[in-house]
């Protein structure tokens, strides 16, 4: 059978008409005008005899498939470029529409000062006017008063010498005072840091809330501590610049020294719950502190309510109220102690939004990486640390903040958030890989494919991020662990980042699923696609005693808790070998 002639414009069913049709403003006569196409292919398989033994139309029938799959994908593509088109201009629009309120809210507080201004500024005038005039009046007053007084005290001055000298005394004693404190501060620049450079606060304490006996902290010092008098460690490390050439001198142990200035007045102690060991100790602790140290001692409420049921004795034991009080604690606590396990330490930690005093970690958990020392001879560590010197460790931590996509809904304004093991971002209940995009300094990093990533201070190296793989580090160490979860890549690594450095981890918009940030394994929060996660090393630090110094302390907490590299030594040959 000869197969019939087509006719372009009859199978087509419009000819040149679909072609010089005119586009709509939104672009949708293209898509149109495919789909029409489309379906004309689809007419034209359906009409035309296809047989077996006739090979030319069966190409002829594949090639028309083929057309329509392609004029299918384009119309498919040019539907998504343009929704995503008019979500940008949808996006702009409301930029622009925010900005246009802001300006003109802006002229209008401009318009009315004006008028205002205009309206008082005779005004203002004649008020000036009737404020001198009585200023002037009593000005005189009080010179003809002054001049009188005057007379009258230096002819008392010439009458009574001993008490001229007694006024000499106590107007001298304040420039004591401040040549002393001059001092103490050259002292302080060049023998090491003071209490007062490391445990500083933006806001001014209001001396009426606060008892003075309580709010006389004790002054302290650190210093670099030198493993001997004749030891090749020296104070500093100096760089030189000689003939071209960089050199820097012997490296220092940068062992951290802390030496009491004054002694400690007030100790806090927190404890881990749910613990009848726990609860035993601290009132043992704050029984021996109370009457053999004579401090002032604060703790949690939970605990001071199990104390003053156990008995009134501990009525003296004072706590705080509100989130205002644990603001302003570390204006009142010279010394920290805990008794628990490294959540403790965390737990303590997370109270301090600023300057953290000095912890003392007691180890009454599971694996205490941050807790050397033992709570059977806590009278002999506390006399020892009270006296001073001691050995600390500065811990890191991480400043967080997140910021919502604002365009979507305005930016939402939260808290920083402070950490001191790490903060992780994963895919939580969703099924799907999660999908971060991750920034360093504005730069782009890299794209997180997996179960999610954790962001880790040099003392979280134990944590989680050692459970993913990531590297031991010790705690000293100024740096920022970088380790996915879980990597859909066999050459995703970890990385260990420095100190000065800002992470930005963001929620692509094209994010099949939101991802879910927790800070120290609590405290979880939703990001939504569009959402960020900024990240930089916070400027306090959490000072932790040492029981001998940081090095020791770290290298006995992961042979005790993790048995690193504990194996039986390989035997000797029983027979001398031949050589």
């Given at each position: 059978?000869?197969?019939?002639?087509?006719?372009?414009?009859?199978s087509?069913?419009?000819?040149?008409?679909?072609?010089?049709?005119?586009h709509?403003?939104n672009?949708?006569?293209?898509?149109?005008?495919l789909?029409?196409s489309?379906?004309?292919?689809?007419?034209i398989?359906?009409?035309?005899?296809?047989?077996?033994?006739?090979?030319?139309?069966?190409?002829?029938?594949?090639?028309?498939?083929?057309?329509?799959?392609?004029?299918?994908?384009?119309?498919?593509?040019?539907?998504?470029?343009?929704?995503e088109?008019a979500e940008?201009?949808r996006?702009?629009?409301?930029?622009?529409a925010?900005?246009?309120?802001?300006?003109?809210?802006g002229n209008?507080?401009?318009?009315?000062l004006?008028?205002?201004?205009?309206?008082?500024?005779?005004?203002?005038?004649?008020?000036?006017?009737?404020?001198?005039?009585?200023?002037?009046?009593?000005?005189e007053?009080?010179?003809?008063q002054?001049?009188?007084?005057?007379?009258?005290?230096?002819?008392k001055?010439?009458n009574?010498?001993?008490e001229g000298?007694?006024?000499?005394?106590?107007?001298?004693?304040?420039?004591?005072?401040?040549?002393?404190?001059?001092?103490?501060?050259?002292?302080?620049l060049?023998?090491?840091?003071?209490?007062?450079?490391v445990?500083?606060?933006?806001?001014?304490?209001?001396?009426?809330m606060?008892?003075?006996?309580?709010?006389?902290?004790?002054?302290?010092?650190?210093?670099?501590?030198?493993?001997?008098?004749?030891?090749?460690?020296?104070?500093?490390d100096?760089?030189?610049?000689?003939?071209?050439n960089i050199t820097?001198?012997?490296?220092?142990?940068?062992?951290?020294?802390l030496?009491?200035?004054?002694?400690?007045?007030?100790?806090v102690?927190?404890?881990?719950?749910?613990s009848?060991?726990?609860?035993?100790?601290?009132?043992?602790?704050?029984r021996?502190?109370?009457?053999?140290?004579?401090?002032?001692?604060?703790?949690?409420?939970?605990?001071?309510?199990?104390?003053?049921?156990?008995?009134?004795?501990?009525?003296?034991?004072?706590?705080w109220?509100?989130e205002?009080?644990?603001?302003?604690?570390?204006?009142?606590?010279?010394?920290?102690?805990?008794?628990?396990?490294?959540?403790?330490?965390?737990?303590?930690?997370?109270?301090?939004?600023?300057?953290?005093?000095?912890i003392?970690?007691?180890?009454l958990?599971?694996?205490?990486?941050?807790?050397?020392f033992h709570?059977?001879?806590?009278?002999d560590?506390?006399?020892?640390?009270?006296?001073?010197?001691?050995?600390?460790?500065?811990?890191?931590?991480?400043?967080?903040?997140?910021?919502?996509?604002?365009?979507k809904?305005?930016?939402?304004?939260e808290?920083?958030?402070?950490?001191?093991?790490?903060?992780?971002?994963?895919?939580?209940i969703?099924?799907?890989?999660?999908?971060?995009?991750?920034?360093?300094?504005?730069?782009?990093v890299?794209?997180?494919q997996?179960?999610g990533?954790?962001?880790?201070?040099?003392?979280?190296?134990t944590?989680?991020?050692?459970?993913?793989g990531?590297?031991?580090?010790?705690?000293?160490?100024?740096g920022i662990?970088?380790?996915p979860?879980?990597?859909?890549?066999?050459?995703?690594?970890?990385?260990?980042?420095?100190?000065?450095?800002?992470?930005?981890?963001?929620?692509?918009?094209?994010?099949?699923?939101p991802?879910?940030?927790s800070f120290?394994?609590?405290?979880r929060?939703?990001?939504a696609?569009g959402?960020?996660?900024?990240?930089s090393?916070?400027?306090?630090?959490?000072?932790?005693?040492?029981?001998?110094?940081?090095?020791?302390?770290?290298?006995?907490?992961?042979?005790?808790?993790?048995?690193?590299?504990?194996?039986?030594?390989q035997?000797?040959?029983?027979?001398?070998?031949?050589?």
């Amino acid at each position: 059978m000869a197969p019939s002639k087509l006719n372009p414009t009859d199978s087509f069913g419009h000819g040149d008409a679909g072609v010089s049709r005119p586009h709509s403003e939104n672009g949708f006569g293209d898509s149109l005008s495919l789909l029409q196409s489309e379906k004309a292919v689809q007419e034209i398989l359906q009409q035309t005899p296809v047989h077996g033994s006739d090979d030319h139309l069966i190409e002829f029938s594949e090639a028309l498939r083929t057309v329509a799959k392609a004029l299918r994908q384009a119309a498919e593509g040019k539907a998504a470029a343009q929704a995503e088109a008019a979500e940008w201009k949808r996006r702009f629009e409301l930029e622009r529409a925010r900005n246009l309120r802001l300006e003109n809210k802006g002229n209008g507080i401009c318009e009315k000062l004006r008028s205002w201004w205009m309206q008082t500024s005779v005004k203002n005038g004649m008020g000036l006017i009737r404020l001198v005039l009585p200023c002037l009046l009593c000005w005189e007053i009080w010179k003809e008063q002054d001049r009188r007084l005057y007379e009258e005290q230096s002819f008392k001055e010439n009458n009574s010498v001993s008490e001229g000298g007694r006024l000499e005394n106590s107007t001298s004693q304040p420039v004591l005072l401040n040549q002393e404190h001059e001092h103490s501060n050259r002292a302080c620049l060049e023998h090491g840091i003071c209490s007062h450079e490391v445990l500083q606060d933006a806001k001014d304490v209001d001396s009426n809330m606060v008892n003075n006996k309580i709010m006389k902290k004790a002054s302290f010092k650190l210093s670099w501590r030198c493993k001997g008098e004749h030891s090749d460690q020296h104070k500093h490390d100096i760089v030189y610049f000689e003939r071209g050439n960089i050199t820097t001198a012997e490296r220092s142990s940068k062992q951290i020294s802390l030496k009491w200035e004054s002694l400690p007045q007030t100790v806090v102690i927190l404890t881990k719950p749910n613990s009848n060991s726990v609860q035993i100790l601290c009132a043992q602790m704050v029984r021996w502190l109370r009457e053999q140290k004579k401090l002032n001692i604060y703790v949690e409420p939970r605990v001071r309510a199990q104390l003053l049921t156990e008995s009134s004795y501990f009525s003296f034991v004072q706590t705080w109220k509100d989130e205002k009080e644990i603001l302003l604690l570390h204006t009142k606590v010279d010394l920290v102690v805990t008794l628990g396990g490294d959540g403790t330490v965390l737990w303590a930690a997370s109270i301090f939004k600023g300057p953290v005093p000095p912890i003392v970690p007691f180890s009454l958990g599971s694996l205490g990486f941050m807790t050397p020392f033992h709570s059977e001879h806590y009278k002999d560590y506390l006399d020892s640390v009270l006296r001073g010197p001691i050995s600390i460790t500065l811990r890191n931590r991480l400043q967080c903040h997140v910021i919502r996509d604002a365009a979507k809904n305005e930016i939402e304004i939260e808290d920083p958030i402070l950490v001191l093991n790490e903060v992780t971002i994963d895919r939580g209940i969703s099924s799907y890989l999660t999908n971060l995009e991750c920034y360093c300094d504005n730069s782009f990093v890299t794209c997180v494919q997996g179960d999610g990533l954790i962001l880790s201070t040099t003392s979280g190296s134990t944590a989680y991020s050692l459970a993913a793989g990531g590297s031991m580090v010790h705690p000293q160490v100024p740096g920022i662990l970088f380790t996915p979860i879980c990597p859909h890549s066999l050459s995703f690594r970890p990385l260990i980042l420095p100190e000065h450095v800002t992470l930005r981890v963001q929620i692509p918009f094209n994010s099949r699923s939101p991802a879910w940030a927790s800070f120290d394994g609590k405290d979880r929060k939703q990001l939504a696609p569009g959402d960020a996660l900024v990240c930089s090393m916070a400027p306090w630090p959490v000072p932790t005693a040492c029981q001998v110094d940081s090095t020791d302390d770290f290298f006995r907490s992961i042979h005790d808790g993790l048995h690193w590299n504990l194996r039986k030594t390989q035997s000797s040959f029983d027979v001398p070998l031949d050589v």
